[in-house]
Structure formats: C-alpha cells, structure tokens
C-alpha cells in the first residue's frame, strides 16, 4: 500500500466532505441579510418567520463546517510533515488571520444571531447576522490566500535549515494578492452564492409542490432567485478571469483543461470529451475550433502553450483535470440557464404554472455542490505534481514515517464517522424542513410590529 498515494486520498475524502459546508454557509448567510433587511425595511412578519427558519438551517450547517474542517487541518501535520514545514510560515500567517479575525468574529456573533431574539433589539439582532455574513466571507478570503499561494507563490524567499528548505514570508501583502488570489477568491465567492441560493430554491420549490407553506415559499424562492441569476452570470465572468490568470501562471494546467497538447497550434475548446493521453488526443469529443485561443488572446488563430511544452513527469493527469473541467462548465452554464428562465417567467407572472421546472429545481440543490466539488478538484489536481507551485512536489511533501497501513486504517475509520455525520445532517436537514417555518412566530411578530 503506498502511503503518498492513501495520504492523498484521505486528504481528498476530507477536504470533499469539509467544503460541503462553507460554501453554504456563504451563500446563507447573504440570503438571511436579504431576508431580514427586507424585514427590518418593511416590518412583515412572513421575513421574520423566513429569517428564523433559515437562520436554524444555518445553525447546523456551521457546526458541521466546524466539525470537520478541525480535522481537516490536523492532516498538516500527520501526513505532511515535509509540506508544514516548507509553508508553516506563510500558512501559520493565512490560518492565524482567518481563525482571529474570521472565525471569531463568526462566531461570536452566532450567538446573538441564533438565541437573540426577543432578547435584544431588532436593529442589534441584523447587525448580527451581517457580522456573521462578513465573517463567513472573511474566512473564505484567508483560505484563498493560503491556497492561492500554493498555486502561484509570491512574497517570499527560501531559507535552508537543518531540518531543510523552508519558505519564509518577506512580503506579507505580496502573499495575500498574489497573482491568483483575487480571481480564485472571486470565483469561489460565486459558487458559495450560488450554493446558499440553490438550497433555498429547493426548498421553496419542494414546499410548492406539496402546497405548503405557499406566501413562505413563494417570497423564498423569488429572493433566492435573484442571487443565483447574478451569481451565476458574475460566476462565468470571474470563471474566464481565472482561467486567463492560470494561462499565465499555471499553462500546463489551462492545456490540461482542454487536452492541448501542440503548443504550435491554436487550442480549441471542448464541449465534451474523452482523452487519449498516448494518443494525446480527445476522442469521442466535440469541439470549437480556435476558441481558447480566442477567449485567452481574442485572437482564435494564436497558439497556447501546450503540455508539450513541459516534461512528462510535470504534466497533471490529464484525463481527470478535462473531465472535472468541463463537468463543472455544464453545470454552471445549466444553472444559469434555469436561474435566468425563473427570472423570465417570473417577470411573465407564471413562474408558478409549472410543475416540471419546480422539481428541476428541487434536484438543482445538487448542482452548485458538485461543480464545487468539481472545481476544486480541477484547481488541486491541475497543479500537480507540485504541492507549492514550482517549489515542491507532492511526492517530496509527505511524512516518511507515517505507513501505508496507518493511513489505510484511518481512512476506513474517517469514512464510517463522515457517513454517520452525513447521515445524522441530512435526517436533521429533513426534519427541519418538514417542520417548515414556525407559524407562531409569524403572529407573534405581526403583534410586535
């Protein structure tokens, strides 16, 4: 058993089911800002009730974000050794701003946003809930920041040590806009939108399909809607910003995206497809001549570096970064086009004639998780074979000592407690959503207001 090779997978098992969570908890936290500024605005009980309710979905997505995101970090250590040592300055700065002033701030006002109703002021309570909005944005800043510089490493110098090389912060600013934060951060921001606006589609639309909960369900889904229809299109703008950033700094990982090997020749951009890599080739694909060229040069006969162009034993796995790729291209250009439909008939007033599009956007729930997932996996596997860009590979990063056998046990162990942690979210997801939102508050709140 190869231990690099379990160390990977367990650190992928882990990472996968941790960013479940943050991504919601982003995008939910912006609606519930939405929903109780519209309440703060024109005092209707129905934006109380639906800011409670979400606020509670909120509640239990945070604790599992928390939960697993703690074990995720202790891997650094375990099976990392020679990875936290190279970076341990520049990640022990990243991590140490998001857990001061991120998480704290995060979730000190959790508190207040969860159990301060009828307890302080209404105006106190929403500056709550935008602390806490604001902090889950700022604990996604820092962790860009450290993930950023992996992929493009900037403000820094090596220093050798009896222990080995290490890299060491000179510049801390150069480290947090490094070449490729912004549009990563950008990016990732659009998607955790689109996911914390997806949830509550699905939700409201399941709601309107059994007729329960209509004026709740109705007034979600139209609130949900705007945010998923400008996060999606502002996903596919900060999407070729990236890309045209990684042309520049990652190339072997834009020719992977796209199977472009010739780096004579123009590159051509894929609908779909299956890649040859010893033929170096995609069969069984279609494609638009010219395109990535023109969308990184503006000019479709300009050639791009292809993986040619780098030796083989420095090129990703290419197969896994195009299919990962272009999963998550189809599903962001499908959710644009449903977000934007539902804006179309909503403005026909007929968004709620039709049933077909209502359970489309109950499944749609999934569609922002697994271009996440697949995103993530087209950013980390496209940089292999290097763990820090140009500065260490994977196969150098990981601790000698830990065995095959250890990390195949904890692996097995991991998975069973993830799935029973799993399990336990969704049946308490369920239940929260069958209960639906809390009728009496609602007439308590109209006797307030």
Not at 5 to 15: D, G, N, P, V
Not at 88 to 108: H, K, N, R, T, W
Not at 121 to 149: D, E, Q, Y
Not at 426 to 447: C, F, R, S, T, W
């Amino acid at each position: 058993m190869d231990a690099l090779i379990l160390s990977r997978l367990q650190f992928a098992l882990t990472i996968a089911f941790h960013y479940i969570f943050p991504p919601i908890s982003i995008g939910l936290g912006l609606l519930l800002v939405i929903m109780e500024g519209l309440y703060m605005k024109t005092r209707n009980p129905l934006y109380h009730a639906m800011t409670r309710f979400w606020v509670k979905i909120f509640g239990l997505v945070f604790a599992l974000g928390v939960a697993s995101g703690i074990v995720m970090e202790f891997q650094f250590g375990t099976n990392w050794a020679t990875y936290s040592r190279f970076v341990g300055d520049v990640f022990g700065s990243a991590l140490a701003a998001e857990g001061i002033f991120a998480f704290f701030l995060e979730s000190g006002f959790l508190a207040v946003l969860l159990f301060g109703w009828n307890r302080v002021k209404p105006r106190t309570h929403f500056i709550s809930t935008i602390m806490v909005c604001f902090g889950a944005h700022f604990s996604a800043v820092w962790i860009i920041v450290a993930n950023s510089w992996q992929q493009t490493p900037a403000g820094y110098h090596i220093v050798n040590t009896a222990m080995g090389p290490r890299a060491e912060i000179v510049d801390f600013w150069q480290l947090v806009f490094n070449p490729s934060t912004l549009d990563r951060l950008s990016h990732t921001l659009m998607g955790a939108w689109q996911t914390g606006a997806f949830l509550v589609i699905s939700v409201c639309a399941w709601y309107l399909l059994r007729n329960k909960h209509v004026d709740f369900a109705r007034a979600g889904l139209k609130i949900a809607l705007v945010v998923a229809a400008v996060a999606s299109l502002l996903q596919l703008a900060t999407g070729h910003a990236s890309a045209v950033t990684v042309s520049k700094t990652q190339p072997a990982k834009l020719a992977a995206m796209e199977a472009h090997y010739d780096s004579l020749a123009a590159a051509d951009l894929y609908l779909f497809g299956w890649v040859n890599d010893k033929q170096q080739r995609v069969q069984v694909g279609i494609k638009i001549p010219g395109l990535l060229s023109f969308l990184v040069h503006w000019d479709a006969k300009e050639p791009l570096i292809g993986l040619n162009a780098f030796p083989e034993d420095e090129r990703p796995p290419v197969n896994i970064v195009f299919q990962g790729y272009h999963i998550m291209i189809a599903i962001g250009m499908a959710l644009i086009f449903i977000s934007w439909l539902g804006l179309l008939l909503w403005w026909m007033k007929k968004l709620f004639n039709y049933r077909w599009l209502l359970w489309v956007y109950v499944i749609a729930v999934l569609g922002p998780q697994i271009a996440n997932q697949t995103g993530w996996l087209t950013a980390e596997v496209g940089r292999q074979p290097w763990i820090v860009y140009g500065l260490l590979k994977t196969g150098e990063a990981f601790s000698p000592v830990v065995s095959g056998g250890q990390v195949l046990t904890s692996i097995i162990i991991f998975g069973l407690i993830y799935l029973l942690l799993f399990a336990l979210f969704i049946y308490l997801l369920v239940e929260k959503i069958k209960h639906g939102p809390d009728e009496n508050d609602q007439a308590k709140e109209g006797q307030i207001a």
